[in-house]
DNA sequence: AATTTCAAGTTAAACGCTTAACCTGGAATG
DNA sequence: CATTCCAGGTTAAGCGTTTAACTTGAAATT
């Protein structure tokens, strides 16, 4: 029925090893014979079959992605933006990418997803922090692994980071410049490589403008951060402290919920208060003010990681294994210049 | 290195053929072999190479998933979530998606996606509007297609759409419960089956409730329901029509700008006129006031399109080829009782 | 002129599985 | 008791590629 290599062979007269050599641009072809092979192709319209393909050279064609379903239930959007990037980027490098989700409780004796156990990936992105155990179990089927957003301890695995200190700094410089100077930081809990990052960089950017750091304009001990965290963040923030005029919320979930507290106290965002948040996520738009925000280029996390997996396939792993993409300021309309006298 | 069917065989001391069927659970095999066989597979860890299986098989274990780029770029979280969906019932099922996106313009000379070339895909499911000529040319590889949220006028594919004219219906009808009884509407181009067929379900509801059809309280000709449009569409209705109690838009993106325009105009909602939009995206929870709206269970349509796709390979469509998926009314702070009198 | 080298293919095995067709020995049947 | 039937397997031929190893004829080398 469909057309194979072997009637582009008859077609061309040459054998199907030919048709393959010339398929995978090998140089022992000539150029003539490369020409009619190529002719019969074009005519026949041949494509070579993904599974043959598949059996002969044992590989699939396939990237894995793994993300915990709790996090990809928690921050969805983010997760997908990155997905759809090693999607894209997939596609230039002609792979596709399967998805799947694991616990994020994955345990000793769970099993690995499906493609791994079929052998039906060649390389595997995780994005986000997953269990030790399942990086155990991978690690026995030597597959290229790639990192997003997350890097174990130990291994010496590529991966894609966000620049997340060279972010909080700038934040924080954004406000700085607006002539702010009692800054708050409210953070999820501080034990997260993300959180902690952006909170060094709100540390850094304090230092550098000779700002001492106090303590009690932090919140860093909420769960995790989303909606109701940064709400109830901000309530223990200002019973405490009557005289901040801008608050860096570690993402844009929390910021939300801060914003949403200082609306119910009557307190004016940016008029009293300026806020920013970080990552820049669709709602932010819709929010009265529209949030100004750090952006993350989540698209971009999945097309590096990407990008990694087929250096490392190709073994020229030259460049550097970690690739930092920088946060970009967005200003919008919940952070402005600040007169008061303190 | 990794195991395979033979070394399973070898350990159970039976042939190859035997150890496959047992894995298809071929009813040839005594059950005392059957057990023998397991505890090989089980010990050894053995699992089928995927491509082998398809090889052999004629099928690749994989479902193709398509979008248009416009589609997917203009919205995006609605098509996602589409795609989670499918991706969430295909993992019960035992297959994989592959996800790609094609151009809306698709012509007569372009190529397909290359995952049905190389014969990667048991079948195609197709979300949104898609170009004729893609259609034509998918139809000729025989490869069964399902769609979601469209569905061409020639062939009898199986479909899964959202009842959009019961959604109408209800949303007009919770106005009036509201006592509203000057109700407009606002859409993008009325030639969209979706956006007729909510357009259809408004009309319904007031002819139901005895109220007269005023065309002047309705706007159909902007180009596509984004913010933009629906700001500008508000704005052309409010012009003509000071009486205006509320607004059902056809969609959460156009309720958006709608929204925009009216808190613009120091209109409030509800309190002057009460809003309801249509899909129930993320942005609605941000939004001051929170918008009430029709929610599209956009996961279901994925789920429902995969089921369909099975029973298509197990050739028992008994049940319904079309699958409307029901939209639910959530009320929030966008929509309240009106008391004026007209 | 004999030998070596090389370019340009070809041969054939292998990849790991599925499945139609075949086999075999005992139970059921006439 | 000879024949048929069937449960419970096995054999072996594919599925469509890739690729190591081999071939061959002509050019280059000695």
Same mark, same amino acid.
């Given at each position: ?158 991966? *894609?980071?966000? @620049?997340?200190?060279?972010? /909080? +700094?700038?934040? !924080?410089?954004?406000? %700085?410049? $607006? ?89 004016? *965002?940016?008029? @009293?208060?300026?806020?920013? /948040? +970080?990552?820049? !996520?669709?709602?932010? %738009?819709? $929010? ?55």
């Amino acid at each position: 029925m469909a057309v194979t290599i072997k009637d582009v062979a008859v077609k061309a007269d040459v054998s199907v090893a030919t048709v393959s050599l010339v398929i995978h641009n090998n140089q022992r072809i000539s150029s003539e014979t490369r020409r009619r092979v190529q002719k019969a192709i074009q005519e026949l319209n041949y494509h070579p079959t993904r599974s043959a393909r598949g059996l002969a050279s044992k590989s699939s064609g396939n990237l894995g992605f793994i993300v915990t379903d709790d996090h990809f239930s928690r921050s969805e959007p983010f997760y997908t933006q990155i997905f759809l990037g090693t999607e894209f980027q997939a596609r230039q490098d002609e792979y596709y990418v399967l998805l799947t989700t694991v616990s994020s409780e994955f345990g000793r004796s769970d099993s690995l997803p499906r493609f791994v156990l079929e052998k039906n990936v060649d390389g595997i992105i995780l994005a986000g922090k997953v269990s030790s155990h399942l990086l155990t179990k991978l690690e026995a089927y030597h597959i290229p692994l790639v990192f997003i957003d997350y890097h174990p301890g130990q291994g010496n695995y590529p991966v *894609v980071l966000i @620049d997340n200190i060279s972010g /909080g +700094f700038q934040a !924080v410089n954004h406000l %700085l410049n $607006l002539n702010h100077r009692r800054i708050a930081f409210i953070g999820g809990d501080i034990d997260h490589p993300s959180i902690l990052e952006r909170f060094q960089g709100y540390r850094m950017a304090l230092e550098k403008a000779g700002i001492p750091f106090i303590p009690d304009l932090t919140v860093v001990d909420e769960p995790y951060p989303a909606r109701a965290n940064g709400y109830r963040a901000a309530e223990r923030l200002l019973q405490k402290n009557s005289d901040i005029t801008a608050i860096f919320s570690c993402n844009d979930a929390m910021a939300i919920g801060v914003l949403q507290y200082l609306k119910e106290r009557g307190i004016n *965002v940016p008029g @009293d208060i300026s806020l920013i /948040g +970080f990552d820049d !996520v669709e709602a932010d %738009l819709s $929010l009265d003010p529209a949030l100004t925000t750090m952006r993350v280029h989540k698209v971009d996390l999945g097309i590096e990681a990407v990008r990694l997996m087929v250096e490392l396939f190709q073994n020229k792993m030259t460049s550097p294994r970690k690739i930092l993409i920088p946060a970009e300021l967005i200003v919008r309309n919940s952070t402005s210049l600040q007169f008061r006298v303190l």
